[in-house]
């Protein structure tokens, strides 16, 4: 038996992440604390956890975000670390400043980490300052409309104007000529403002047929650096990804290799700690990095499927100072996975669809794996995010993974609320998409354009 690295994790988030989190923990011989608001006391990952504390009311703001219920939860049950999971506060350098404040280990990367990588003019004069190919665009901040127009003639349109502090696909806006650069500036401007509280603006040749490639990367306090590949993450729709798949489609093993090395050497040059996705746009065979994330990410289980390693319980054991499970040369790819994210919402008009679920049947057998905390009962509160499930697949091939993903869907029955299943459906029939044949815009097509149902 492993020695225990940690007695006690506060879960600071919910759904089926929460629920994850606390798997690797349990197999950890670690006790968990689960947190939630009013909306989440029938909620799955507070009936497993062994202890859980009520944070406050329904709306996230004065519950999941809010870190001085958070700090006294962990204090009162006397937690030795925080998990932040995804979103909420698990990119908030200032959150995680406090949680080593008071005296409780942050399983994530340090604050000035999270800091770099959360402005993205930063992150990229980073990254291209450690020899990692980004996006050509402005040298840094563009200040107003004028000077993005001026920058935009030279490069050629079209161009993106994206928001430094943006994030969800929120504040990005693209200009087709000379005559949007204005509008796209002001608009992209004005909702990065209003969402982030920050409205420094940058700018980056739009590229008109590329993949989402991004690549996995863990990074102990010891010097071990290594990378698990990659996941394509093409298939977007308003810049959320859908569906994730690894490895991808696109790439061969040499570049998945050369990308890999390139990622090990500029995360270890910087010193970061912990897991981290850099995320690239990939096109006529070169990449493009356009962000880090600095945390665990939805799709992480495709990698893990892929290459057997629980990546929860490295950022764990690297959180306590222990090295890395796996160096390297140990690492290898096996087969094909795939993640539909079943959000509850319409299937055409992607609108949401909480209430209580009456019925529920997941998938099961060889390669099917379901992240999820829902169960015949479970009214999907209308506070949050609709992601109510996530199926995983895993075939020797992607034709096998593809044929398994079929017969799932197949089979998963929920009933009560509306969900995403049927679109999945679509998709993996989809000849481009069994081809691999596809890139960021092409799920805008298929569902059809913005806020219009979807002729298929
Ligand atoms: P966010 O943090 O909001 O997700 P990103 O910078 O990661 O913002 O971009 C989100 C998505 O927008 C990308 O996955 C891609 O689909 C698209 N995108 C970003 N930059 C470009 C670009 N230069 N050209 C074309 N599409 C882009």
């Known amino acids: 038996m492993e020695p225990r690295v940690f007695d006690k994790v506060l879960i600071a988030n919910r759904g089926e992440i929460a629920l994850r989190i606390h798997h690797a923990c349990k197999e950890m011989g670690i006790s968990t604390v689960a947190v939630h608001s009013t909306a989440d006391s029938d909620a799955m990952h507070v009936r497993l956890a062994d202890e859980s504390v009520c944070i406050g009311a329904a709306p996230a703001s004065e519950s999941y975000f809010n870190t001085a219920a958070l700090l006294t939860a962990a204090t009162i049950t006397n937690a030795d670390a925080i998990h932040p999971g995804y979103g909420l506060l698990s990119e908030n350098a200032d959150f995680a400043e406090m949680v080593s404040e008071h005296g409780f280990v942050f399983i994530g990367p340090s604050a000035d980490h999270i800091r770099m990588m959360s402005d993205k003019i930063t992150a990229k004069h980073t990254m291209k300052r450690l020899g990692v190919p980004v996006v050509p665009g402005s040298d840094g901040a563009v200040k107003d409309a004028a000077a993005a127009r001026r920058l935009s003639d030279a490069m050629g349109y079209p161009v993106l104007v994206k928001a430094s502090a943006g994030g969800g696909g929120r504040g990005i806006k693209i200009a087709e000529s000379a005559d949007d650069i204005g509008t ?55 810049h959320q990804k859908v569906l994730e798949e690894a490895p991808s489609p696109a790439l061969n093993a040499e570049q998945r290799d050369q990308i890999g090395a390139q990622v090990v050497e500029a995360v270890g040059t910087l010193g970061y700690l912990g897991a981290g996705t850099l995320e690239f746009l990939y096109e006529n065979g070169a990449f493009y990095f356009i962000e880090m994330n600095t945390r665990l ?28 499970s796996y160096a390297q040369d140990n690492i290898t790819f096996t087969g094909h996975a795939i993640e539909c994210r079943i959000n509850a919402e319409s299937p055409v008009t992607f609108t949401p669809s909480p209430g209580r679920i009456s019925y529920y049947h997941p998938p099961g057998g060889l390669g099917v794996r379901i992240d999820s905390g829902i169960y015949a009962g479970y009214v999907v509160p209308s506070y949050y995010d609709s992601l109510i499930a996530k199926l995983i697949v895993h075939g020797k091939t992607r034709n096998e993974a593809i044929m398994r993903l079929r017969r799932s869907l197949h089979e998963y029955v929920i009933e009560g609320v509306e969900t995403t299943i049927p679109l999945h459906q679509l998709l993996c029939e989809n000849a481009d998409f069994v081809n691999g044949d596809y890139d960021i815009h092409w799920l805008e097509n298929f569902v059809g354009p913005e806020d219009q149902p979807h002729a298929r």
Do not use: W
Not at 302 to 317: A, F, P, Y
């Open 184 to 238: 796209a500036f002001a608009t992209a401007q004005s909702e990065a403002k209003a969402y982030f509280g920050n409205d420094e603006m940058y700018i980056e040749k739009y590229l008109g047929r590329p993949r989402h490639i991004e690549i996995q990367v863990l990074a102990d306090s010891h010097g071990g650096v290594i990378h698990l590949g990659d996941r394509d993450c093409s298939l977007q729709r308003r």
């Open 297 to 324: 990410q939805v799709e992480h289980p495709v990698t893990e499927m892929i290459t057997g390693i629980d990546i929860v319980r490295e950022q764990i054991r690297i959180a306590a100072g222990a090295e890395l």
